[in-house]
C-alpha cells in the first residue's frame, strides 16, 4: 500500500477525496475542483478504496500531479480519511465526496467562512442535485426520541417542510442562510486540522455513514457549533458508490443504531432502538400492502430484506 506523505510546504488545505468505484464521476470531481476552488492554494490526495473499474488508473492518467492512493482493499470512508489525515500538515482539511461537482469559489468560500466562524469548527456548505434544485443533505440536525417517532409513523414524510415533523432534516429550510447545525455532512466537511487530532478523527467503526455525525457530535462536547454556509455550493448525487438500495438502508440503519448506542443514555437507549425497528417495521408492512394493492413487487423486495436483517443493523457496528 502506498503510504501518504507530504513536502514542508504546505497549502492552506488538503483535500481528501475517497473514491470506490466511481471512476467517470471522480474524474469529473476532481476536473470541477480545480476549475472552480477559487483563490485558494490546496494540496490534494485521492484515496482508491480497491476500485475495480479501472478508477486508480484513469485518476493517474487523467491528473498525474495529484496525490493517488491505491488501497490494496475496501477500508471504508472513516479509516481512509484517517490514513490521509495523519499525514497532512496543512491548517485545514476538507473532505470532497468523488460524486460532487465544484461550484465557482466553493472552496475558497468555505475556508474564508471557516476561519471567521471558529466557534463552529465544523462547517458545512450548500449542495444541489445536477437539475440545480436543492439536495437537503449536506447537513441535519441529530436523532432524539421524538425525530425517530416521526419517521417510524410517517410524519416526517407527510410534513416535510415543517421543523416539527421533520426536526432532523431541518425541514422548511432550505439552506439559503447562515446556520448553526448538528450534523455537516462528509460529502463537503472542512474542519481544522488541529481539531481533526484533538478528536482523533472519524471513529473507525463506522464502516460506511454515520461517522460525520459522530464527530460533530464529539466536537459539540468540546464546544463547537458545526455552521452552514449557503456562499459554498457545490452539487452532490448522494450514494454513488452503493448501488443496491436495501445495502444503503442497512448500512444506513446499522449507522444509526450504533449512533443511538454511542449517544445516549439511560432508558432512551432501547427506546431508540425500539424506534429504529418500528421504522422499519411500518416500511415492511406499508410496502407489502402496495405490492398487493399496485404491485409496487420491487419495493417491497427492498424493505422485506432489511426487515429480514433486522438483528444485524440493530446490533450497529
Same mark, same amino acid.
Given at each position: 500500500?502506498?503510504?501518504?506523505?507530504?513536502? @514542508?510546504?504546505?497549502?492552506?488545505?488538503?483535500?481528501?477525496?475517497?473514491?470506490?468505484?466511481?471512476?467517470? +464521476?471522480?474524474?469529473? =470531481?476532481?476536473?470541477?475542483?480545480?476549475?472552480?476552488?477559487?483563490?485558494?492554494s490546496m494540496?490534494?490526495?485521492?484515496?482508491?478504496?480497491?476500485? !475495480?473499474?479501472?478508477? @486508480?488508473?484513469?485518476?493517474?492518467? #487523467?491528473?498525474?500531479?495529484?496525490? *493517488?492512493?491505491?488501497?490494496?482493499?475496501?477500508?471504508?470512508?472513516?479509516?481512509?480519511?484517517?490514513?490521509?489525515?495523519?499525514?497532512?500538515?496543512?491548517?485545514?482539511?476538507?473532505? +470532497?465526496?468523488?460524486?460532487?461537482?465544484?461550484?465557482?469559489? #466553493? %472552496?475558497?468560500?468555505?475556508?474564508?467562512?471557516?476561519?471567521?466562524?471558529?466557534?463552529?469548527?465544523?462547517?458545512?456548505?450548500?449542495?444541489?442535485?445536477?437539475?440545480?434544485?436543492?439536495?437537503?443533505?449536506?447537513?441535519?440536525?441529530?436523532?432524539?426520541?421524538?425525530? +425517530?417517532?416521526?419517521?417510524?409513523?410517517?410524519?416526517?414524510?407527510?410534513?416535510?417542510?415543517?421543523? =416539527?415533523?421533520?426536526?432532523?432534516?431541518?425541514?422548511?429550510?432550505?439552506?439559503?442562510? %447562515?446556520? !448553526?447545525?448538528?450534523? %455537516?455532512?462528509?460529502?463537503?466537511?472542512?474542519?481544522?486540522?488541529? $481539531? /481533526? !487530532?484533538?478528536?482523533?478523527?472519524?471513529?473507525?467503526?463506522?464502516?460506511m455513514y454515520?461517522?460525520?455525525?459522530? $464527530?460533530? $457530535?464529539? #466536537? =459539540?462536547?468540546?464546544?463547537?457549533?458545526?455552521?452552514?454556509? &449557503?456562499?459554498?455550493?457545490?452539487? !452532490? *448525487?448522494?450514494?454513488?458508490?452503493?448501488?443496491?438500495?436495501?445495502?444503503?438502508?442497512?448500512?444506513?440503519?446499522?449507522?444509526?443504531?450504533?449512533? %443511538?448506542?454511542?449517544?445516549?443514555?439511560?432508558?432512551?437507549? &432501547?427506546?431508540? $432502538?425500539?424506534? *429504529?425497528?418500528? /421504522?422499519?417495521?411500518?416500511?415492511?408492512?406499508?410496502?407489502?400492502?402496495?405490492?398487493?394493492?399496485?404491485?409496487? #413487487?420491487?419495493?417491497?423486495?427492498?424493505?422485506?430484506?432489511?426487515?429480514?436483517?433486522?438483528?444485524?443493523?440493530?446490533?450497529?457496528y
Open positions: 500500500m502506498t503510504d501518504v506523505t507530504y513536502s @514542508a510546504v504546505s497549502p492552506e488545505v488538503t483535500v481528501i477525496v475517497v473514491s470506490y468505484n466511481t471512476r467517470d +464521476l471522480t474524474l469529473r =470531481a476532481l476536473e470541477t475542483l480545480f476549475a472552480n476552488a477559487g483563490d485558494v494540496r490534494v490526495v485521492v484515496w482508491d478504496n480497491a476500485s !475495480h473499474d479501472g478508477s @486508480a488508473d484513469a485518476i493517474a492518467q #487523467a491528473f498525474p500531479d495529484i496525490e *493517488l492512493v491505491r488501497s490494496d482493499e475496501n477500508l471504508g470512508f472513516a479509516v481512509a480519511n484517517n490514513r490521509v489525515a495523519e499525514a497532512a500538515d496543512t491548517e485545514w482539511l476538507l473532505l +470532497l465526496n468523488p460524486d460532487t461537482e465544484t461550484y465557482p469559489r #466553493a %472552496v475558497e468560500n468555505i475556508l474564508r467562512f471557516g476561519r471567521e466562524h471558529p466557534e463552529a469548527g465544523i462547517v458545512g456548505g450548500r449542495t444541489v442535485f445536477p437539475d440545480g434544485s436543492l439536495n437537503a443533505a449536506s447537513c441535519w440536525n441529530t436523532m432524539s426520541v421524538w425525530s +425517530l417517532f416521526c419517521s417510524a409513523v410517517g410524519l416526517s414524510r407527510l410534513f416535510p417542510d415543517t421543523i =416539527a415533523f421533520n426536526p432532523e432534516g431541518i425541514g422548511g429550510w432550505k439552506r439559503d442562510s %447562515v446556520r !448553526h447545525v448538528d450534523v %455537516v455532512v462528509g460529502c463537503f466537511l472542512l474542519i481544522r486540522t488541529d $481539531l /481533526w !487530532h484533538k478528536l482523533g478523527g472519524f471513529n473507525q467503526r463506522y464502516f454515520g461517522e460525520e455525525h459522530d $464527530l460533530c $457530535l464529539r #466536537a =459539540a462536547q468540546l464546544g463547537y457549533r458545526p455552521m452552514i454556509t &449557503p456562499d459554498a455550493q457545490i452539487m !452532490h *448525487l448522494v450514494g454513488a458508490s452503493t448501488s443496491k438500495r436495501e445495502e444503503k438502508i442497512v448500512q444506513l440503519m446499522r449507522a444509526k443504531a450504533t449512533l %443511538v448506542r454511542d449517544h445516549w443514555r439511560g432508558w432512551r437507549v &432501547p427506546l431508540g $432502538l425500539g424506534m *429504529l425497528w418500528l /421504522w422499519i417495521a411500518t416500511r415492511r408492512a406499508g410496502s407489502a400492502i402496495a405490492a398487493t394493492v399496485r404491485g409496487e #413487487a420491487a419495493r417491497a423486495s427492498v424493505w422485506r430484506r432489511v426487515w429480514r436483517d433486522r438483528r444485524e443493523w440493530l446490533s450497529g
